[in-house]
């Protein structure tokens, strides 16, 4: 009776734990057994693995091999794992050496003739090895662009199972993993191509400086989608740690660039509005995949003609933009994928959206029918809501009087706003005035009351909510931190009235 370990990573969601992989090879009638919870994809390991190593020019055992797969309640998802199977079977028949393996974890997916294909989501993987005291790895040689951006662990790459059998016994080196090369980021679109709208720059401006969600009503044309794919070029780059965040659930998705892996620029993502919910916010049978919603973590989802999503899309993301996050419960477990992101929403004010509003056609109901689709609770949520107006001919030839104000000078005044919030909210952790919690900005923060009369008097006519409350002393904090003032005053709360009660359709 012959028994070896080695070691792999399951992964639900961005978070995952080490796996035991125990193999043992004793008597009775040859074949396979393999406990531990493992899924479809990874049922068929036996056959890929038995065949990877014959082609690699190994023998087989002619016994009975079982494969526990520990801890046993956990779900094992995926083909990753054929390769430290691979190599625990031939450490416990003896064709190679197993002390290599310990403190090694081993992933990648085996092709029929011994090749090591990459798999999803090493990065998340590698992370939480790391976290769990993992000082080495081997992974296939195509995810070695992706492993590199894990410090503080030995990353090799494997191409083939005959190396890797080679590396366990001494007789050759994997190629370790190099510095990460970056490349400079696209350029970005620029402020000063966007004619006119003052009101809506200046809401674009106080959103990327707080971090707030916004809604932008207009007829077409006016430059509702220009505006809001400029909104990342106001944004700061990612720290280290929000980059690896974003990075890891791209990395499920198997969406990284091989030339520049680590992700340092807020993404922009807009979807369809045919977009289904679980493509939105993530799904799937068994253990439910990143979506939409994770893409954008930590950057920018752009609803364009968010009237056209339907209810049920729409009111799904709610609760996410309270949290930050989503959980999504399915059959074999209930995983959590971030999503903190801002939240850009732009709509025509009715359905047959004409140049001049005067033109319109449609009933008062047909009018609110359509807007109606973006409930109040929705709305609640928004910090900024805008109207855009129609050009006139005088906006159209601004450019010849006034050159527009560019990106670069507008993201100066956010980052320094940015950096006011930063420093004040550093002691709890946040970095934004949007992240900020009510009651704390009601208790430690709190306002004096003849600042805050005018939220006082919306409360008591009905046109606030007590989280719209909240939410207004967020963008009054914003508005003094781009004011570079100590702390509001009441004309920033009455202009973070303003934005709030501001008619949108």
Same mark, same amino acid.
């Given at each position: ?118 798999? +999803? $989501? !090493?990065?998340?993987?590698? =992370? &939480?090895? /790391?976290?769990? %005291? ?8 195509? *995810? ?75 007829? +077409? $044309? !006016?430059?509702?989608?220009? =505006? &809001?794919? /400029?909104?990342? %070029? ?8 929000? *980059? ?85 419960? /399915?059959?074999? %477990? ?172």
């Amino acid at each position: 009776m012959a028994l070896a370990r080695s070691w792999s990573v399951a992964l639900l969601g961005i978070d995952g734990r080490v796996v035991e992989v125990e193999a043992d090879i004793g008597a009775g009638m040859p074949g396979m057994k393999l406990v531990g919870l493992p899924d479809p994809g990874l049922k068929e390991a036996k056959d890929r693995v038995r065949a990877a190593v014959r082609n690699s020019d190994q023998k087989w055992p002619e016994q009975h091999v079982t494969l526990g797969l520990s801890p046993a309640n956990l779900p094992k998802l995926g083909s990753g794992y054929d390769l430290s199977i691979a190599a625990a079977v031939l450490a416990a028949s003896g064709a190679v050496s197993g002390s290599k393996l310990l403190g090694t974890v081993l992933l990648g997916e085996l092709a029929l003739d011994g090749r090591i294909r990459p798999v +999803p $989501g !090493v990065l998340p993987a590698l =992370l &939480a090895a /790391r976290k769990e %005291g993992v000082r080495r790895a081997v992974v296939p040689t195509d *995810s070695l662009f992706e492993a590199a951006l894990v410090h503080d662990i030995e990353v090799l790459g494997a191409p083939h199972l005959r190396d890797l059998l080679a590396w366990m016994d001494d007789v050759e080196h994997l190629p370790t993993a190099g510095p990460v090369t970056e490349e400079e980021p696209p350029p970005v679109a620029d402020l000063s191509d966007v004619i006119g709208q003052p009101e809506a720059r200046w809401a674009l401006e106080v959103a990327a400086a707080g971090g707030h969600h916004l809604l932008l009503v207009g007829p +077409p $044309g !006016v430059g509702k989608t220009m =505006l &809001a794919r /400029r909104l990342p %070029g106001l944004l700061p780059e990612l720290s280290r740690e929000e *980059s690896l965040e974003v990075t890891a659930v791209h990395s499920i998705e198997g969406k990284l660039s091989r030339s520049s892996p680590l992700i340092r620029i807020p993404p922009f993502v807009d979807p369809h509005h045919s977009t289904s919910i679980a493509a939105l916010i993530g799904g799937g049978t068994d253990i439910a995949k990143p979506g939409i919603i994770s893409r954008a973590h930590r950057g920018v989802l752009f609803l364009d003609e968010v009237c056209e999503f339907g209810g049920q899309r729409l009111e799904s993301l709610r609760t996410v933009l309270e949290d930050g996050e989503v959980r999504i419960a /399915r059959r074999k %477990g209930v995983v959590c994928y971030p999503a903190r992101f801002q939240l850009v929403l732009a709509t025509n004010p009715c359905p047959c959206a004409p140049p001049r509003e005067a033109d319109c056609d449609c009933t008062p109901f047909a009018r609110r029918r359509y807007f109606g689709k973006l409930s109040g609770p929705l709305l609640d949520r928004i910090d900024l809501r805008v109207r855009l107006r129609p050009l006139t001919a005088m906006h159209a030839h601004a450019h010849e009087f006034e050159k527009p104000e560019p990106t670069a000078h507008v993201r100066t005044r956010v980052l320094r706003a940015r950096e006011r919030a930063a420093e004040r909210w550093a002691a709890h952790g946040w970095r934004t005035n949007a992240e900020v919690p009510g009651p704390v900005l009601r208790r430690e923060y709190a306002l004096p009351r003849k600042t805050t009369v005018a939220l006082d008097r919306g409360l008591d006519t009905g046109v606030l909510t007590a989280r719209g409350v909240d939410r207004c002393l967020r963008v009054a904090w914003t508005l003094s931190d781009l004011a570079e003032a100590d702390r509001p005053d009441a004309g920033h709360v009455a202009a973070a009235l303003e934005f709030r009660d501001r008619q949108a359709a």
